[in-house]
């Protein structure tokens, strides 16, 4: 159908909405069919197993499961018996091609890289809208609809302005054919293959329920705020630049040539409007197509993340203004990020009497946060040095307020990340900072250099100590390797106080540099050798601060031998690895005489952290300071504990990921310990049981690779330990 006939044309433009007889996508009486077929088949699995002729059933249960997960966040079954369930396919299809489907579950993911991304034209264009920032113009826009219309009061659908990546969807037949960015508006890039990876769009939609052949949508694609810190550490740990924000991850991930890389960062979509559709042969347009918020819960129903509960309907403008100030007050409480509220008129015959510009349409109209995007410009670079000896530039700012938070300095990472940038001394930069996210420079901005800004020179020599600087080859951190260096000795015995280590309380980083200023602490021994006396003199240090201080101290010195190896501070040990060094020796001094080979050997050790722990126990000075540890009073025996014969979960290797329902990780770890078993730091062959909760990451769709890693949920955890 030619969609620029006349009966279309405000179809084509302004959307669609929810038809009063619609068919539900999942009514209770087909979810708990769903779920009935879905206990069927967790009994199956472990009985006779599937055969072919359970394939389109099984397709149907991995669809409601997924729009359970990724839409309604509101899962019924286990993520362990979804993957079973998935693999069950998986299996039957291998065997059988034929019986493949282009919207099964299992064909999301893509093999091979994506050479190019061809550009293709929307059906319709993707205009941009008008902006407000304040209550004024809103009364503006609603004077100028009022008269536009000849109405005294008109109907609002208020949403979020969803801060992501704009996209572009066509679904043709019910099946989801094609996939672009905006682009210029007018064309994009077709990234069909990535969009594929977002599980909260589905492969398929009933459309033909409503009479429609071909769909056009529109939709914005996120990464949550935890998964994008947890891609955020990820980075790190690999020595890589962290993104920047959230947005432009999102719309980066769009464009990257490897699916399966594009997967790991788990992109969610909201999809909020509808922009063209033709009509299957015979259908009329049904006459409930007649709001935009008929829409939205058209798309909602029809399996979609639509903005159906985040909508709000007003009789006028005001309540319009105090949701969005409402809104806007509580937007760091949302787990994605928005930039706004959208305004729109309800009525699609109004929409259509009201038209548009050349750039917006009149019946719409954006109203924009509080920015929090800033430029200013970059005055110099610092540069400080942690306790591995890692060297960090800093840029020091003119002061600017963004996001409420007046920003002065900003962590610039490390010198790929200046050179990446093309930061100079003397730039205007854009700045940028979302929620509690940390401040990050987003772009140097060339256009406007004046000649006289500075090229940052990284330096060759620590900052502190004067000693020539080491980058590995495979990093992108420039460290001093002086282990007398004054800045790495401040805050190593910063991190051997802290709460996670020796949790030596009212001894806080401001003490420690405070006594490290007048002489009274030179290194880590200092800390039981502290002259109180000369305490007691200094302003704001009374007798019971002392006596808390004198008790902590003595405290520390009872703390097990795992907390000892985390306070040393040797680089890549964190917690759990400190667990397993402390279960693996009797006396601690005993890794001196452990090869690389042999620390290999041990759970979860690989080459790198074995080459850092060889190396600190091959230090004589490291040796040295322990010995005087221990003729301070420390321990560094391993104590080892009794473990329950009747739950003992000896040889039983452990790891959580994800936020647990009623159990803090901590808790559930010393669980395991308790009786008997290990803590693994990562996702490996070694690894037994992978215990999964909400928001699971990477180590999740690791575990799904390794057959014999059992993936299981907190209570299956409890009941393994006899507390359930």
């Not at 064909?107 to 809208?129: C, D, I, N, W, Y």
Request: proline share 4%; aromatic share 8%; charged share 25%.
């Amino acid at each position: 159908m030619d969609p620029f006939v006349p009966e279309l044309r405000r179809i084509l433009w302004f959307g669609l909405t929810l038809p009063a007889n619609s068919i539900v996508m999942y009514s209770k009486e087909n979810t708990r069919e769903l779920q009935k077929i879905t206990e069927a088949f967790i009994k199956k699995m472990g009985a006779a197993g599937m055969t072919a002729s359970d394939a389109e059933n099984l397709r149907d249960v991995l669809r409601f499961h997924e729009y359970r997960y990724y839409v309604l966040n509101d899962p019924l079954i286990a993520d362990f018996e979804y993957d079973h369930l998935y693999k069950a396919l998986e299996k039957i299809e291998a065997a059988d091609p034929a019986l493949i489907t282009v919207d099964s579950p299992t064909q999301r993911v893509a093999k091979g890289l994506t050479k190019e991304f061809p550009t293709v034209q929307h059906l319709v264009p993707m205009l941009s809208l008008d902006n407000s920032y304040n209550g004024d113009d809103l009364h503006d826009f609603d004077r100028k609809a009022r008269e536009l219309t000849g109405l005294p009061v008109i109907e609002y659908c208020v949403e979020p302005k969803f801060d992501g990546g704009s996209i572009s969807l066509i679904y043709e037949n019910d099946m989801l054919t094609r996939g672009a960015t905006r682009g210029d508006g007018v064309e994009g890039d077709e990234v069909t293959t990535n969009i594929k990876q977002i599980r909260s769009l589905p492969l398929s939609a009933k459309f033909s329920s409503y009479g429609l052949q071909q769909v056009e949508i529109r939709g914005e694609v996120l990464i949550n705020k935890t998964n994008f810190a947890k891609y955020n550490e990820y980075l790190t740990e690999q020595g890589l630049s962290p993104l920047a924000n959230p947005r432009n991850a999102a719309a980066g991930t769009l464009r990257i040539k490897d699916s399966a890389e594009a997967a790991k960062r788990n992109l969610e979509a909201f999809v909020y409007h509808v922009s063209y559709f033709s009509l299957i042969q015979g259908k009329k347009i049904p006459d409930a197509l007649l709001t935009h918020s008929g829409s939205l819960a058209m798309l909602w129903e029809l399996g979609f993340r639509s903005p159906q509960q985040e909508k709000k309907l007003f009789k006028g403008i005001e309540g319009v203004i105090n949701y969005c100030s409402e809104f806007e007050a509580g937007r760091d409480d949302l787990p994605y990020e928005i930039d706004g509220m959208v305004i729109k008129v309800n009525d699609i015959a109004l929409q259509d009497k009201m038209g548009m510009t050349s750039h917006h349409p009149r019946w719409a109209i954006a109203y924009k946060f509080k920015a929090r995007q800033g430029t200013t410009r970059l005055l110099k670079i610092e540069y400080q040095v942690g306790r591995t000896g890692a060297v960090t530039p800093v840029a020091k700012l003119e002061p600017v307020a963004v996001g409420g938070v007046t920003v002065s300095s900003i962590s610039v990472h490390n010198e790929e990340y200046i050179r990446e940038k093309d930061l100079r001394e003397g730039d205007m930069v854009l700045i940028e900072r979302a929620g509690d996210v940390i401040p990050q420079i987003v772009k140097s901005l060339p256009d406007v250099r004046t000649g006289e800004e500075k090229k940052i020179e990284f330096p060759t020599v620590c900052p502190e100590c004067k000693s020539k600087l080491f980058k590995e080859a495979e990093e992108a951190v420039w460290r001093c390797i002086n282990i007398e260096c004054p800045a790495q000795v401040v805050e190593r015995i910063i991190h051997f106080v802290s709460k996670d280590a020796m949790d030596i309380r009212g001894f806080g980083e401001a003490n420690v540099r405070k006594f490290y200023e007048l002489g009274l602490l030179k290194d880590i021994p200092g800390i039981y050798t502290l002259n109180f006396d000369t305490i007691a003199d200094l302003e704001g240090f009374k007798e019971k601060s002392i006596q808390n201080l004198k008790s902590a101290i003595l405290q520390s010195k009872q703390q097990p031998l795992h907390r000892l190896i985390y306070a040393l501070g040797i680089r890549f040990v964190g917690e759990t690895t400190a667990k397993t060094l402390a279960q693996t020796v009797s006396h601690l001094l005993e890794f001196k005489n452990y090869s690389l080979e042999a620390l290999q050997n041990l759970e979860d050790v690989g080459p790198k952290v074995a080459g850092s722990i060889h190396h600190f126990f091959s230090n004589k000075s490291n040796i040295a300071m322990l010995e005087h540890l221990e003729e301070l009073g420390l321990s560094l025996k391993n104590e080892k504990k009794q473990i329950p014969s009747a739950t003992g979960l000896a040889g039983q290797t452990f790891l959580f990921t994800g936020t647990l329902p009623t159990l803090k990780r901590s808790d559930a770890e010393n669980m395991v310990e308790e009786n008997g078993g290990q803590i693994l730091s990562g996702v490996s062959a070694k690894l037994n049981y992978l215990v999964v909760g909400e928001d699971a990451g990477s180590k999740l769709e690791k575990a799904k690779k390794i057959n014999s890693v059992k993936i299981i949920s907190e209570a299956e955890f409890l009941q393994i330990i006899g507390k359930k």
